[in-house]
């Protein structure tokens, strides 16, 4: 048997599953496209695999002069490729790019702006225009004249941004475009972003012997001024722009949405504190707004950014927790109540498509078993609800145009993911990726199984893991337990699929690894989720100590010798609970921690903790309060340039701790990330921890 290694797992990479890289259902619904090498968009045949044709090499195109593709889309007839080249990140999920038009008829390439990178580019419906963001600013070009098109011109840095999102919404609200086309390409809706008000935030990047070169943005703390978000529709014709009267300006806007006949704008309208929410609309060219639907809730609502239109009917389809659990209703445009087609107690994860031709919704669930994820379909008027996936585990399906294809990617404890064709009531077509090569070579080396486990606390709450032993597992011996966790609100880290990283390092050596959802987490319904409401720390913490007591009540662990290991919210857990769990841990590991929820953004921190203003209780649970606690080994780990978790959150347990006369361990990396990744950070980073748990459990 051969040993896993670090750098296997994190240089290498030996043990990464594949996927189908930016893999696309092509309008045909019998061909699909991917992304090769970063250099080359080819198409297949959906059901054979066949390589039909490439349509796009950069290695042959000299306009562009890149080496790489970062991203490709097509134009909605698919006559036109959008290449993005010169990729630089800005946060975690938007980026800059130059952005160049293929016409695939005739083989010719445009540049969508000679100035400088732009951002958020995107075709419009018809194919003949493309909207972009340039400093702060909104454009169109259209590809017949080479005309370009100011939206606004007020855009400005640490200012206004006009439709993209300011920081905390992409992180918090996953919003990347902050436009959105209409239907018949005429007019653009836009989000602008007015951050005047919004504190500043300013992290040092070092480079060399020169002197620090600091980074400065907005980043709204808890309590603290947020953007104020408008709603504005430009209409291509007129050139005139129609601003929509979303009232209070203290909101959020985390949606903005065309019904498909681009009648109406829909918007989605939350208040601060996240207990109420509404859905909008717009009649085009109008200000007014008149709602469609609401949400109110004593704690705080959960939300999904998105209405499911019809194309042949004057519907929606929405998905809500009002009942406690996450299920699907629909509706008429003006938000009139038809039916639920789900109900129980049980969850409903996502709409994964509507085939209106058949009349049937599928639908991601958890009625199987809330550590599963199973596919299931359900007719308009919520009957006939039929599982579609088979096999244990989680599956992760994607629909072609017309839902009458798609690809399950589907893992379990013990397999890894697998790529299948299937069609719509769940017959198999054929494999696209089997990751045969990963099973073959993990038969070289000494992987154990992954088993789910649960355990009633003295609370009478059941709570669920999983587990990981060592190999060779002598159930005579005692072993150490390390512990790993994330445990945020609505997460879920116990579930029955894939997984393989450092916890199978470890299990190699002869360490047991667990892994337990303490409440606050996801898809047990609502009490569950929500009792954390104002007190983030307290259930959560209990809980954890009560997995360690009982996992080491077990005869083969060794209870005096058990660690824990958490990163971002995890690493608010593992610093909570070195403090706050007496001599049960031995030894701690607190990556990107947040110490104190004062410090940490408005949108994620208010929905779970009011705000500091109302809640008096807001720094009761921060782990600063308890560090004359600490008696095992503690690492703190962060990257100085953090703009999601601050570094500074780490200095101030640093300061506590060092006030209380407690010894620890620390390892701050220099200009890395939340992620603190790189081809040699990553591997540094788990050797350093691991030579700690090694020399301390």
């Known amino acids: 048997m051969k040993s896993i290694t670090i750098d296997a797992l994190y240089k290498e990479k030996i043990f990464s599953a594949k996927g189908i890289p930016q893999f696309r259902f092509m309008n045909s619904g019998k061909t699909y496209s991917r992304l090769e090498d970063s250099k080359r968009v080819t198409v297949y045949d959906l059901k054979s695999g066949k390589l039909l044709k490439t349509l796009f090499d950069i290695g042959k195109c000299k306009e562009i002069g890149a080496e790489k593709l970062h991203s490709y889309a097509f134009s909605k007839d698919e006559t036109k490729l959008l290449l993005a080249v010169d990729f630089e990140k800005i946060y975690r999920r938007t980026f800059y790019a130059s ?85 018949d390409s005429q007019s653009i809706a836009y989000l602008r972003f007015d951050e005047s008000k919004v504190k500043e935030y300013r992290i040092d990047f070092y480079h060399g012997t020169d002197y620090p070169k600091p980074f400065v943005y907005k980043y709204p703390r808890a309590g603290e001024d947020n953007s104020k ?200 077509l054929r494999v696209l990726e089997s990751n045969a090569a990963l099973k073959k070579l993990l038969k070289n080396y000494p992987v154990t199984k992954k088993e789910m486990f649960h355990f009633v606390t003295p609370e009478k709450t059941k709570l669920f893991g999983w587990i990981i032993k060592p190999y060779k597992f002598d159930p005579k011996k005692r072993y150490p337990l390390f512990m790993t966790f994330y445990n945020g609100p609505h997460s879920q880290a116990a579930t029955e699929g894939w997984q393989f990283g450092w916890e199978r390092y470890l299990a190699e050596r002869g360490y047991i690894v667990a892994c337990v959802d303490g409440r606050g987490t996801g898809w047990r319904g609502e009490e569950f989720l929500k009792c954390t409401y104002k007190q983030l720390g307290r259930y959560e913490v209990e809980d954890q100590i009560y997995a360690a007591k009982f996992l080491g009540s077990l005869p083969y662990v060794d209870e005096k010798r058990i660690g824990v290991f958490g990163w971002s919210y995890g690493g608010f857990m593992a610093s909570s609970l070195m403090v706050r769990g007496g001599n049960v841990f031995k030894l701690g590991i607190a990556v990107a921690s947040v110490t104190d929820w004062r410090f940490y ?97």
């Open 229 to 428: 978000v408008t709603c504005h529709v430009f209409d291509l014709k007129t050139k005139k722009t129609v601003t929509l009267d979303t009232g209070s300006d203290d909101i959020y806007i985390p949606t903005i949405q065309w019904e498909p006949k681009g009648k109406y704008l829909y918007l989605l309208i939350v208040n601060r504190l996240q207990n109420h929410f509404e859905w909008l609309r717009a009649q085009k060219g109008k200000t007014e707004l008149e709602c469609v639907y609401e949400e109110a809730n004593e704690r705080y609502c959960d939300i999904d950014q998105q209405l499911y239109f019809l194309k042949e009917s004057p519907e929606f389809l929405l998905r809500t927790s009002r009942s406690g659990r996450w299920h699907v209703m629909r509706c008429k445009l003006d938000g009139t109540y038809i039916c639920h087609l789900t109900n129980g107690e049980w969850d409903v994860s996502a709409v994964k498509a509507i085939d209106e031709k058949k009349k049937l919704v599928y639908l991601e669930t958890t009625k199987t078993n809330h550590l599963q994820r199973q596919l299931f379909k359900v007719g308009f008027n919520g009957e006939k609800l039929e599982r579609v996936t088979i096999g244990q585990g989680t599956h992760n399906i994607t629909f072609n145009s017309d839902a009458s294809l798609f690809i399950d990617c589907h893992s379990t404890n013990q397999a890894p993911p697998v790529y299948t064709l299937h069609t719509s009531d769940g017959k198999a």
């Open 601 to 697: 953004d408005t949108i994620y921190t208010e929905k779970f903790m009011s705000t500091p203003q109302e809640n008096p209780d807001y720094g009761k649970w921060s782990p600063v309060n308890f560090v004359d606690g600490l008696t095992g080994k503690l690492l703190l780990v962060h990257g100085i340039a953090d703009d999601n978790v601050h570094f500074q959150n780490s200095l101030l347990l640093e300061e506590a701790l060092i006030k209380a006369g407690k010894q620890f361990e620390m390892h701050y990396v220099l200009n890395k990330d939340h992620g603190i990744g790189g081809p040699h950070t990553t591997p540094h980073l788990y050797t350093r921890m691991l030579n700690f748990i090694t020399e301390n459990l």
């Open 99 to 183: 952005y160049f038009v293929y016409d695939l008829k005739k083989k010719t390439v445009t540049p969508v702006c000679d100035k400088k990178r732009q951002k958020l580019a995107s075709f419009s419906p018809d194919g003949r225009k493309v909207a972009f963001v340039l400093a702060n600013d909104l454009y169109v070009k259209d590809l017949a004249s080479g005309k370009e098109i100011r939206l606004t011109k007020d855009g400005k840095a640490t200012k206004i941004i006009n439709g993209a999102p300011d920081w905390v919404y992409e992180e918090e609200w996953y919003m990347t475009y902050g436009y959105q086309w209409s239907p």
